[in-house]
């Protein structure tokens, strides 16, 4: 399946490909393009829009809160994994302003705002930054089982 968004991706539209990859579609294949054409094509190759407006996964807001485009996926496609769910608070911190923010949240902006920089495209973006969100994964599975834990981190977290 072929998915479409805007370019110059940075947290939200790579980690939706890394979820979608993971845990929707294995073969799915990414196009980056100007705001301006993502509609059209969508339209041409069939590929699913994602992080645009006026499409069905993209921010949202419900009982008053905000979520994000990764929210808008894990609700699509029913996924339930615990610590996915988790990492969707991570990256809901990281692309909204929201006042629950995780602390993880502030590293991650800055992490993606870093492998944006460093990238000379979003498919080599989403190459780097996939180990990062598949480590994150790894960290909310051991906080929730309690096989990670922080050392020098405040008190909650």
């Given at each position: 399946?072929?998915?479409?968004?805007?370019?110059?991706?940075?947290?939200?539209?790579?980690?939706?490909?890394?979820?979608?990859?993971?845990?929707?579609?294995?073969?799915?294949?990414?196009?980056?393009?100007?705001?301006?054409?993502?509609?059209?094509?969508?339209?041409?190759?069939?590929?699913?829009?994602?992080?645009?407006?006026?499409?069905?996964?993209?921010?949202?807001?419900?009982?008053?809160?905000?979520?994000?485009?990764?929210?808008?996926?894990?609700?699509?496609?029913?996924?339930?994994?615990?610590?996915?769910?988790?990492?969707?608070?991570?990256?809901?911190?990281?692309?909204?302003k929201i006042p629950d923010s995780p602390p993880e949240?502030?590293?991650?902006?800055?992490?993606?705002?870093?492998?944006?920089?460093?990238?000379?495209?979003?498919?080599?973006?989403?190459?780097?930054?996939?180990?990062?969100?598949?480590?994150?994964?790894?960290?909310?599975?051991?906080?929730?089982?309690?096989?990670?834990?922080?050392?020098?981190?405040?008190?909650?977290?």
């Amino acid at each position: 399946m072929k998915w479409v968004t805007r370019e110059r991706a940075k947290v939200d539209r790579i980690a939706c490909p890394w979820l979608i990859k993971r845990f929707v579609d294995p073969d799915a294949e990414f196009i980056f393009v100007p705001l301006e054409k993502v509609a059209g094509v969508a339209k041409e190759t069939g590929a699913t829009p994602f992080d645009v407006s006026g499409t069905e996964l993209t921010h949202y807001r419900e009982a008053g809160k905000e979520f994000v485009s990764f929210d808008a996926v894990v609700r699509k496609y029913k996924l339930t994994d615990p610590a996915l769910l988790e990492l969707a608070k991570i990256v809901r911190g990281a692309d909204a302003k929201i006042p629950d923010s995780p602390p993880e949240s502030v590293g991650l902006e800055a992490a993606a705002a870093g492998f944006r920089a460093l990238a000379k495209d979003d498919h080599e973006n989403m190459r780097l930054q996939f180990p990062f969100y598949d480590a994150l994964y790894r960290y909310c599975k051991g906080r929730l089982d309690g096989t990670v834990k922080l050392e020098h981190a405040k008190p909650g977290i």
